[in-house]
């Protein structure tokens, strides 16, 4: 067996043993932990038992629709599913309504067996995307945190499962109230909070405000809440941020999504407070064993196949973003920038053509890697395939294309369709990439022309 395989098994190992003495209450529970966050797509069931080989402990299902749940919605019911070495598993939903989301989580107490049972319900108030925001769900519950309580209270009373609740920092960027609604929740007898640090608003697109973050800390240690544990979102891509974060912020535990998909990995790293830099041999290792795992829950036929290819080529739209980050060499400049929100190294002529692959952001090189994967019978064959593939003429062809993914639209932007709230256009297809010399090129006719306005006396930026 090769050594990372080996490694996943070692730890799947350990992880049921753990499982056989919980904690007594569900602040014990997540507290000290790094949790896995409610991923669209990407929290399916084969990529949370990949985490759970490498040590996670606490994870979210994909968020649920509470309606579309009642109504009986096979693909929301199939979202309540766990794998078995998931220690402490919660399901998140999505609703504005005490009855509804009582019926709800009274429909997942009914069904609960040993593959669909939970430890905890969480309530979306964070999800950004408009086709959530339009119906009253999701972040559009933070503009009121009156009503906000009202709901938190109407579930934690209604049922005996705790209740968490996730939000952002505030709706728009200009009605920040996370301190208000952060009391509204836990007033209400929430079991714990997570605080993603930015605005709906903002999606991804600025570095998460972990001030806010350690403001609601302070603010509800003050109140006599400091029992209650407040979980931390946003940014996290490697083991020292992670620790950093809560050491600054007070934070109970962190929770990670992005850094997750790129770096499955992580989990590991945050127990072992070290980095671990897998080869490119050991990441191919990692990735067999997702499309495995994929197989097993989907099937290994043709309909199989077709269900797993909803999941399997998408992420790696994550995976290849995956570098490389030594915390002797990157921890002082993720003090002044978050790591996941710095620009990558590109990759270079000297660079391996297996590395420069696994690197590669282009859908059609995805769907390919996804391919081979998922035909390869070991981890020797699918490192071989890949490996004869990375110095192909089919791939050359791709690398000459130069198409990239559309990066973090799939967490974050609105569905296609017209410019919603914020004025954002949606499901705009990205133009051919530039290249280096091109953005250079681009950058310094920008910098001439400030100059020129500002040597002039105009103002910059213009009006």
């Known amino acids: 067996m090769k050594a990372v395989s080996s490694l996943i098994l070692l730890l799947a190992v350990g992880s049921s043993a ?7 209450s569900m602040q014990q529970q997540i507290s ?9 797509k990407g929290g399916n069931l084969p990529f949370r038992r990949l985490c759970a080989d490498f040590g996670m402990e606490v994870s979210l299902s994909e968020m649920v629709y509470a309606r579309s749940l009642l109504r009986g919605s096979p693909v929301e019911q199939a979202r309540l599913r766990r794998w078995e070495g998931e220690q402490i598993f919660g399901v998140q939903i999505a609703t504005n309504g005490v009855t509804e989301g009582l019926e709800a989580i009274r429909k997942l107490q009914e069904s609960s067996s040993s593959s669909t049972s939970v430890q905890f319900c969480d309530l979306n108030c964070g999800c950004p995307i408009y086709d959530v925001t339009r119906r009253g769900l999701g972040s559009s519950l933070l503009r009121s945190p009156q009503k906000l309580h009202k709901l938190v209270k109407g579930l934690v009373d209604g049922t005996d499962i705790p209740i968490t609740v996730k939000i952002r920092v505030g709706c728009e960027s200009d009605t920040i109230n996370v301190l208000e609604n952060v009391k509204a929740i836990r007033e209400a007898g929430a079991s714990a909070v997570t605080i993603h640090g930015r605005t709906a608003q903002q999606g991804y697109s600025k570095d998460a405000n972990w001030e806010l973050i350690q403001q609601a800390v302070a603010e509800s240690r003050e109140a006599g809440y400091g029992h209650i ?14 620790r950093r974060r809560m050491e600054e912020t007070g934070v109970h535990s962190v929770m990670v999504g992005r850094g997750a998909l790129i770096k499955p990995w992580i989990f590991k790293e945050f127990k072992d407070n070290a980095t671990w830099s897998p080869t490119a041999r050991e990441r191919i290792e990692v990735y067999h064993t997702l499309a495995t795992y994929m197989k097993e829950h989907f099937g290994d036929d043709k309909m199989g196949r ?22 002797d060499e990157f921890a002082v400049q993720s003090t002044e920038k978050p790591l996941i929100q710095s620009r990558m190294p590109s990759s270079t002529e000297n660079d391996d053509p297996l590395d420069v692959l696994l690197a590669n952001r282009s859908g059609d090189a995805h769907d390919v890697i996804a391919s081979i994967l998922w035909e390869s019978d070991s981890d020797e064959v699918a490192f071989r395939k890949l490996n004869e593939f990375s110095e192909s003429v089919e791939f050359n062809k791709i690398l000459m294309t130069g198409y990239s993914s559309e990066e973090d639209q799939v967490l974050a932007n609105p569905l296609p369709g017209k410019a919603g709230r914020w004025n954002k256009r949606r499901g705009r297809k990205p133009g051919p990439k530039r290249s280096d010399e091109e953005i250079a090129a681009i950058r310094a006719a920008r910098a001439l022309k400030k100059e020129k306005i500002i040597a002039s006396g105009g103002v910059w930026p213009p009006n």
């Open 229 to 242: 544990p407040i979980v931390g979102n946003g940014d996290i891509l490697t083991h020292f941020e992670a």
């Open 32 to 40: 000290g932990q790094m949790i896995l966050a409610p991923l669209t």
């Open 306 to 327: 077709k269900k797993a290819w909803t999941f399997l080529p998408w992420h790696f739209e994550f995976l290849s973003r995956y570098c490389s980050y030594p915390e």
């Open 18 to 24: 753990l499982s056989s003495t919980p904690p007594t």
